[in-house]
């Protein structure tokens, strides 16, 4: 019922830039907020940012100061800019969202739809 498409993925060397987007669409009554998670080989799928209307932006300790997350309320979309990358940066970046429902009006939360994800490879 809610589709999210990632995009903006691909390899970096240390220390470089790269610009995640992600765009909501379908059955989409509002939206509340949005982040963006990675899962790197072998661990658990990680909070990396989110933003919400009520709680403002949200950041792992490890990426502050280097990403910085932005909406577009008119567009229900999010992107991550991520600068000084390195690589333990290195992870599969899925988008998520929470809201409601069109139609039926039921809520969503964080982890009940997912992006098919974006490969960020930083490597020299």
């Known amino acids: 019922q809610v589709q999210l498409v990632e995009s903006g993925g691909g390899l970096v060397q240390p220390g470089g830039s790269l610009r995640l987007s992600c765009a909501a669409s379908?059955?989409?009554?509002?939206?509340?907020?949005m982040g963006w998670y990675r899962q790197a080989p072998g661990k658990q799928r990680e909070l990396v940012a989110a933003?919400?209307?009520?709680?403002?932006?949200n950041y792992a300790d490890s990426v502050k100061g280097r990403f910085t997350i932005s909406g577009d309320d008119a567009k229900n979309s999010v992107s991550l800019q991520m600068n000084m990358l390195k690589p333990e940066d290195t992870a599969v970046y899925y988008c998520?969202?929470?809201?409601?429902?069109?139609?039926?009006?039921?809520?969503?939360?964080?982890?009940?739809?997912w992006g098919q994800g974006t490969q960020v490879t930083v490597s020299s």
């Open positions: 933003i919400s209307s009520g709680a403002g932006t």
């Open positions: 998520t969202a929470d809201g409601v429902v069109a139609g039926s009006r039921r809520p969503y939360s964080v982890g009940d739809y």
């Open positions: 379908g059955s989409i009554f509002s939206i509340n907020g």
